[in-house]
């Protein structure tokens, strides 16, 4: 049995070579190449790619985690990384220089709770619209998702991003008119509802004499 993942800190190291050939090169280094951003400073960084897989394994990712940045000690937030399309390894990654209290915004996975009523009794299909929302908040209590209990929900309804409920001490910024599930019957049940053609002919427009 694998040991769990506990990482609460990170070793980042400066670089002073950016560019292409420098980003290869620290790639077969095993070195992924990024950058720590915020509080007007903006330092191009390396992290130890086993270090980064096991920040990402570790149910730490969207949580604020000390970092050592050569001399410099640091509170940061993995805010992207950027993966090879074919081989999901990452290609490099950006850091956000935080502190605890500070308020930021992310963007929160959306997960839903329940079957809705319309799939359930009424044969429709839900659809989630809006996988993600983006809130603002404390740094260090920002959430891994926020979910939505769509139990009630019926054929033709929906949630929009202003009906879902924050953590406290969180705000929107979505549009709160954005629709995130919705609940629709199928195609074929949409074809059945539709009110039958009689198929007889209109009646012949007359025409007026000449």
Same mark, same amino acid.
């Given at each position: 049995? *694998? =040991? ?53 394994? *570790? ?15 640091? *509170? ?23 502190? =605890?209290?500070?308020?930021? *915004? ?29 809130? =603002? ?74």
């Amino acid at each position: 049995m *694998s =040991k769990p993942h506990n990482l609460s800190s990170l070793t980042l190291e400066p670089r002073d070579k950016i560019g292409t050939t420098a980003s290869h090169a620290l790639r077969r280094a095993g070195k992924i190449p990024g950058v720590v951003y915020g509080h007007g400073q903006a330092t191009p960084i390396s992290v130890d790619a086993k270090q980064l897989a096991d920040l990402i394994l *570790s149910g730490n990712k969207a949580r604020i985690v000390d970092a050592t940045i050569g001399a410099q000690h640091d *509170s940061v937030l993995l805010r992207r990384i950027e993966a090879d399309p074919l081989t999901r390894k990452p290609l490099s990654v950006d850091f956000q220089r935080v502190t =605890k209290d500070e308020a930021i *915004s992310s963007s929160v996975t959306v997960v839903t709770v329940g079957t809705p009523a319309g799939v359930r009794d009424q044969g429709g299909v839900m659809d989630v619209i809006t996988h993600t929302l983006e809130i =603002k908040g404390p740094a260090d209590s920002i959430p891994d998702n926020v979910t939505i209990d769509v139990s009630n929900l019926g054929v033709h309804e929906h949630v929009l991003a202003g009906d879902v409920q924050l953590p406290s001490g969180f705000t929107l910024i979505t549009p709160p008119d954005t629709v995130v599930v919705s609940v629709e019957i199928t195609r074929a049940l949409a074809s059945e509802e539709a009110p039958a053609e009689t198929g007889e002919a209109a009646p012949a427009a007359d025409i007026p004499a000449s």
